[in-house]
């Protein structure tokens, strides 16, 4: 779940340090300004932004669950934010193999994809065949922009080791091109003498009856590695390392809530200042002691959380009436199928 673009989008004076993206603070709902009190917060309560973080989090679960209940109703089923579009599979065990020797790179994958409204490329995890035991540097880097976008230092052994990634990548530009790799400076690995059996086809679940999806392409993965001190952009990128050199990236790709509220986050303020109020209140009257919250009654702080939801549920219907609604994920019509994986160990 990625609500980086709702974190500021509505603020809370007091609290929030820069001003909101909206321009909007949830004070300015009837009766929130005077139900939270600007003051010294006791040190054994949670803090003031700890609190306002856990009321965003917890509102944006709300907003993506409402938000996936109610499209089918309303696109009349076509709206799928289930629907995979290709999914890689697992490392297979490397016999024959040969040895790889460490060398001052990233070993990985090249991921490409050509842009759809509201998909996403989610990485799961990258697999390694170690032969040795050393900490190393799993890195995702943005080909485009040349960002580093995720890192995490882990210890590999001897053998199969499986790195947990989880992140979800959404389009920055009008395509993904993303790098996965793991640092092989201090890393030796084996790879498969016969790239056949590591070679994989995607996998289009949800549109393969509306075209046969091999006849366009849409979406690559490449064995490549890259200098460690390179700058990362794809120009420098290395190809065709026969049998991935013991690294395997699974990934996939498929439609994405979390894009569709972020790519239209300004139809959906209205409804999003109402939710955080109504989630405000409910944090209220589950810890009336809290010390920024005023002395009100229990019965005018529901009272308040019903108004804000019933707002919010109409709001939210509004914004969902007026979204776009094109792109692999709300039917096939026009759709770029998928092709292909290239040279996935």
């Known amino acids: 779940m990625n609500t980086n673009c709702y974190d500021n989008l509505v603020g809370l004076k007091g609290c929030t340090e820069t ?27 949670i803090s003031y932004s700890d609190l306002w973080q856990s009321v965003i989090d917890n509102s944006f679960v709300r907003l993506r669950q409402d938000a996936l209940r109610k499209l089918p109703k309303l696109t009349h089923n076509a709206a799928s934010f289930d629907r995979v579009f290709f ?63 995720w890192s995490k230092h882990v210890e590999v052994t001897p053998g199969l080791n499986a790195i947990a990634i989880n992140q979800e990548f959404t389009l920055t530009f009008n395509e993904h091109k993303l790098f996965v790799g793991i640092d092989c400076t201090n890393l030796d690995t ?14 289009l ?37 026969q049998g991935g050199g013991g690294v395997q990236v699974r990934c996939k ?28 209140m409910k944090y209220k009257m589950a810890s009336p002691s809290l010390s920024y919250f005023a002395n009100f009654s229990m019965e005018h702080t529901k009272e308040l959380s019903m108004m804000f939801l019933k707002d919010y549920t109409e709001s939210l219907d509004t914004a969902l009436h007026h979204a776009p609604k094109d792109g692999w994920c709300f039917g096939c019509d026009g759709v770029q199928y998928v092709q292909r994986v290239n040279l996935i160990p």
């Open 87 to 149: 999914n890689t599979e697992r490392l297979e065990q490397a016999y024959p193999k040969t040895s790889v020797s460490r060398e001052a790179v990233y070993r990985g994958k090249f991921i490409e994809c050509e842009e759809s409204r509201y998909t996403s490329v989610f990485v799961q995890e990258l697999q390694v065949w170690s032969q040795n035991q050393v900490a190393v540097d799993v890195k995702i880097f943005d080909l485009i922009s040349g960002e580093e976008l």
């Open 253 to 280: 790709v498929g439609c994405s809530i979390d894009a569709f509220l972020c790519d239209n986050y300004d139809l959906f303020t209205d409804c999003w200042r109402y939710l955080l109020g109504s989630e405000l």
């Open 190 to 203: 084996y790879k498969s003498d016969n790239t056949s059996e590591f070679n994989t086809f995607s996998s």
């Open 205 to 241: 679940m949800g549109c393969d009856e509306c075209a046969d999806y091999w006849s366009t392409g849409g979406f690559d993965v490449d064995n490549a590695k890259i200098g460690v001190n390179t700058e990362k952009t794809e120009g420098n990128l290395e190809y065709n390392q």
């Open 19 to 45: 001003t909101p993206t909206s321009g909007l603070y949830v004070n300015s709902l009837p009766g929130i300004s005077t139900e939270l009190v600007q003051g010294v917060i006791d040190s054994d309560d």
